[in-house]
């Protein structure tokens, strides 16, 4: 059930599980875990819909490399970032989560085969079938002939908005209570370090109301930025900020790197190619292999072919196409498409989130990005192009040319991200190299866990919430374990 | 100088020759065993390259961002030693060698850009020679 905490009397609440957050990762946990009859309380910063004052929250300052305003990229009301997720769907692929020697602080504790029962868990509550290509059907992309890259597809899940999606069932469910413009604003440790109690106020506009939630397992699940902005707010009256002893609250955030890398002109008549469209359902793209990534030493990216009318090679492009179609034995007739690439980041201590010194309308610091892009990113989205332009040029499919003029001279700028927001309060194996454990759990608040990108120690190629539905799902698991309901504890423990 | 299609044909079918044809061959041939190449060769060549504007626009281009790619002899050797070949013979065998020729570049050389195109080494050598040699007097 939804409860507005602008118009409620009491003040303190408990229950087995609160979870701070209703964006994708805090809607599947309280899904599942109602599922299993363990009652959850979550805390949700806004309301049903957008409004400016909530979004007004999540404002911040921009201080490193150009960004998203914070309050676009970001979404403060029930369903959370889902609300403006385009739906793409994939698995992290296996080499993302090992240990790779050439990228710094890779490795997840676990591997792919872990989160394989998780992604198939998922599927439902996005209604994404499962998928097997037919690629006569939807690409002729002949990749015999490219074996240093996989062909591979991405899922557009129809049912991706999940607040609208899940609305009337949070709303019948007695079970799960939905505190509405309930934001978090300081946590209560006991002596042993656990977590007893959180703090959520109102806005001021909303009654400046004060409520307080206990609960013996809580979970973090408000966003790959603001997990850490809250994280980092509690080292007020403390030696250290919950989870940071080690500095790495923050630290390592991450982007999926955006761009259109360059313009191939296909030769019509080598290469009867028909490109990776788009349709309601699934998406092609190309990937280096997981062999090539290690000799040349680069990251996981992922390259979408897409053919356009608006595609202006410019004026030497006819001489281009002429003699490329002679060198390769064909006839001119070309058909231009857009490379863009979707790339991994490394993590680096110097891509992070921090607290500004401006505040938001509670009086707290609002959040600091100060995102990086390393040597090593721009080396793997070189590397790629370049690839894949040999390749085409190799079996006389085509030629590429380079946005920006050269591969040593790129004018990075253009670089975008995609609001994907990851890797700040990073899993680890040990406490000394992250934030949280393998189950998500808190290393220094041993009944604070923390769900979303912000564990992802490494992200891949693949967009982020089909991972975080995934991870949610494992950690409901987890908690359910803990929070057996004693009806069936007793049967249980009678069988 | 236009190549029929039986002569195309026997250039291996690698349509790469249209460019080059057997002028080149001539060319390359007499570059390598006498160490120049006599003015009726060159003039061979030239004419070639004028039925392929294509080409001498895209080397113009390339010797615009490359000023130091070297004169016309500097060029051709390149080229004949991009080539690999014991010695220059017959222009099929040049059309295979030229074929082998580019695919090493691909796999293996340093990529030319020219206006952000990715291009083979031996691809704008070729088109240099041609904008070079366009530029004389035939």
Redesign the interface.
């Known amino acids: 059930m939804f409860i507005d905490a602008r118009k409620i009397e009491e003040q303190e609440f408990e229950s087995g599980v609160c979870i701070i957050g209703a964006g994708p990762a805090g809607m599947i946990l309280a899904l599942e875990l109602e599922e299993r009859g363990i009652p959850v309380t979550i805390l949700e910063a806004g309301g049903l819909e957008k409004e400016t004052a909530n979004q007004n929250m999540a404002r911040g300052d921009i201080t490193g490399r150009i960004y998203y305003a914070l309050d676009n990229s970001r979404l403060r009301y029930f369903g959370g970032c889902s609300n403006h997720w385009a739906g793409l769907c994939r698995p992290m692929d296996a080499i993302d989560f090992t240990d790779r020697e050439w990228v710094p602080g890779s490795g997840w504790p676990f591997g792919a085969e872990t989160l394989a029962p998780y992604y198939d868990r998922a599927r439902p509550y996005i209604n994404l079938r499962p998928f097997r290509p037919n690629e006569r059907r939807y690409t002729t992309f002949p990749r015999k002939q490219h074996e240093e890259f996989e062909l591979n597809y991405e899922q557009y899940a129809p049912d991706h908005v999940l607040g609208q999606r899940f609305q009337r069932q949070f709303k019948k469910s007695k079970l799960i209570k939905v505190y509405l413009y309930s934001n978090l604003t300081d946590f209560e440790t006991d002596e042993n370090g656990r977590l007893r109690s959180v703090t959520a106020r109102t806005l001021k506009e909303f009654g400046d109301r004060t409520l307080r939630f206990r609960a013996k397992t809580f979970v973090l699940a408000t966003g790959g930025i603001e997990n850490a902005r809250i994280l980092l707010l509690s080292a007020k009256g403390r030696r250290h900020a919950l989870g940071n002893a080690n500095d790495h609250v923050g630290r390592y955030f991450m982007e999926h790197l955006h761009a259109i890398g ?1 313009i191939l002109a296909v030769q019509s008549e080598s290469f009867p190619f028909r490109p990776f469209e788009r349709t309601d359902y699934f998406k092609g793209y190309l990937r280096l292999r997981d062999e090539i990534q290690r000799n040349e030493e680069i990251m996981n990216c992922r390259m979408v072919l897409e053919e356009s009318q608006d595609i202006d090679p ?1 004026p ?15 006839s001119p007739g070309t058909r231009l498409m857009h490379v863009k690439f979707i790339s991994e980041q490394a993590p680096t201590r110097e891509s992070y989130v921090g607290l500004s010194e401006r505040k938001d309308a509670l009086g707290q610091p609002r959040v600091d990005l100060h995102w990086h892009v390393s040597q090593l990113d721009k080396k793997t989205i070189d590397v790629n192009l ?1 690839h894949l ?2 390749a085409f ?2 079996e006389g499919h085509g ?9 040593s001279s790129w004018k990075w700028n253009f670089l975008a991200g995609g609001n994907h927001h990851m890797g700040t309060t990073r899993m680890a194996a040990t406490a000394a190299k992250g934030v949280v454990d393998s189950n998500c759990r808190m290393f220094d608040v041993p009944n604070l866990y923390v769900a979303g990108s912000s564990v992802f120690p490494n992200t891949g190629h693949a967009n982020p919430t089909f991972t975080i539905i995934a991870l949610a799902i494992r950690l409901a698991d987890r908690l359910a374990h803990e929070h057996r309901p004693p009806a069936a504890g007793l049967q249980a423990e009678r069988s | 100088m236009k190549l029929s299609r039986k002569q195309f044909l026997l250039l291996g079918g690698g349509g790469s020759l249209v460019l080059l044809g057997a002028p080149l061959a001539v060319y390359l041939r007499e570059l390598f065993l006498d160490g120049a190449v006599s003015p009726e060769s060159r003039a061979r060549l030239g004419a070639f390259f004028q039925e392929h504007p294509a080409a001498i626009e895209l080397g113009r281009h390339y010797l615009e961002e490359n000023p130091d790619a070297g004169g016309e002899a500097r060029l051709a050797r390149r080229i004949l030693e991009k080539l690999e070949i014991e010695e220059p013979a017959a222009a099929d065998e040049l059309a295979a060698a030229l074929r082998r020729a580019q695919i090493r570049d691909w796999d293996r050389g340093e990529p030319r850009l020219v206006r952000g195109w990715f291009l083979t080494e031996l691809e704008v050598l070729l088109c240099a020679l041609a904008s070079m040699l366009s530029t004389q007097a035939i």
Not at chain 1, 316 to 330: Q, T, W, Y
Not at chain 1, 399 to 407: C, F, K, P, T
């Open positions: 360059g410019g030497l492009s006819e001489s281009i196409f002429e003699v490329a179609a002679r060198m390769d034995g064909n370049e332009a040999r040029g190799r030629r590429m040319q380079i946005r920006a003029g050269s591969l």
